[in-house]
């Protein structure tokens, strides 16, 4: 179980990532938060929205705000698998082959609209996301710790995109919209950057090693027996709802638990409470339901049925004591 020391270190580092973040992303510290919280937890972040609110730039500056290896790539529709995983160059004067690491060698990548890339290409992303490794002509390359893949995508309504696969959907921890600054927020952005590249000042504030230390500290965090069988069943109540023909995975259930364990130690806290899952549900299994052509009919989106589901599943009470669980 993670102790005070080291929830209280965690609380001022992600403190000084999320300043950082927040000084370039103006007016969006739900979205800031909700970056750091899928750093902590080893996921992978999903930003879609339309072009212009700043996708690329949320992607940027959370490379900026920790000191490790950055790689960005461009999806588009020419671009090949070997691009994102790498290739293996035969050298004459050796006359053997040597590894040449593509994009994704990186602890962050930057994937910009991932969605205007070929699901061929797209797909090169599955082994890495999963696994954290590579598989080039029967050779295996591990990838580095931490890895997270912070990728934008345009909606599937405009020109010129792929819409991801189910299986590429369902390796993001959690997606999250930018939408459109309030008139204040777009005010600052046109004084600040209007004058300067806001990325340009933005100083790191931590190192990989850091958030790797980081990142044992949230899943030390205490889930209680009952929180667990909240997020088992607020999952498995997807897959049997009539509105939804395509329910949550396995995969969705660790990775919100994982999230929920994130977002608890960022509070300060040593152990996860029912607001930690019921806040973070809609962002992290949302993206992964398909609705039904009746919910469709009716304008009815994931988000809808997991907001009916949310007041549906039974939320479990304190336990009696709090050194075993969360305390009432």
């Not at 082994?127 to 580095?144: A, F, I, K, Y």
């Not at 997807?238 to 660790?254: K, V």
């Not at 607001?275 to 993206?287: M, S």
Request: hydrophobic letters at 45%; charged letters at 20%; aromatic letters at 4%.
């Amino acid at each position: 179980m993670a102790g005070p020391r080291e929830l209280e270190y965690l609380a001022g580092v992600t403190g000084a990532i999320k300043s950082a973040i927040e000084s370039v992303i103006e007016g969006k510290p739900d979205v800031v938060d909700l970056a750091v919280t899928v750093l902590l937890a080893e996921g992978h972040l999903l930003v879609e929205d339309v072009p212009g609110v700043g996708k690329t730039m949320l992607a940027k500056a959370m490379a900026r705000a920790v000191d490790c290896s950055v790689k960005r790539i461009q999806f588009t529709p020419d671009l090949l698998p070997s691009d994102v995983t790498g290739v293996s160059i035969y050298r004459q004067e050796r006359h053997d082959f040597e590894f040449k690491p593509g994009a994704v060698f990186a602890n962050i990548v930057v994937g910009d609209e991932i969605n205007r890339a070929s699901p061929k290409t797209q797909s090169a992303l599955l082994e890495c996301m999963e696994e954290h490794q590579v598989t080039v002509d029967g050779v295996t390359h591990r990838l580095e710790s931490p890895f997270i893949v912070v990728a934008t995508q345009n909606p599937v309504e405009m020109e010129g995109t792929f819409p991801l696969p189910e299986a590429q959907r369902d390796r993001f921890m959690a997606r999250v919209s930018m939408g459109y600054p309030s008139a204040h927020a777009e005010l600052d952005m046109l004084g600040h950057h209007g004058e300067h590249d806001p990325l340009a000042v933005v100083r790191p504030a931590c190192d990989a090693n850091t958030v790797r230390s980081l990142i044992a500290v949230s899943r030390a965090v205490y889930a209680a027996d009952g929180i667990k069988e909240y997020v088992v069943n607020l999952v498995r109540a997807t897959r049997s709802n009539p509105e939804l023909r395509l329910g949550a995975s396995p995969r969705s259930a660790l990775q919100l638990l994982r999230a929920s364990k994130a977002r608890a130690a960022m509070s300060g806290r040593g152990h996860v409470i029912p607001d930690d899952v019921q806040a973070l549900t809609p962002l992290v299994l949302a993206h992964r339901l398909m609705p039904s052509a009746e919910a469709q009919l009716a304008r009815r989106t994931p988000a809808d049925v997991l907001s009916s589901i949310l007041g549906q599943v039974p939320v479990p009470a304190p336990r009696a004591t709090a050194s075993t669980a969360w305390p009432a």
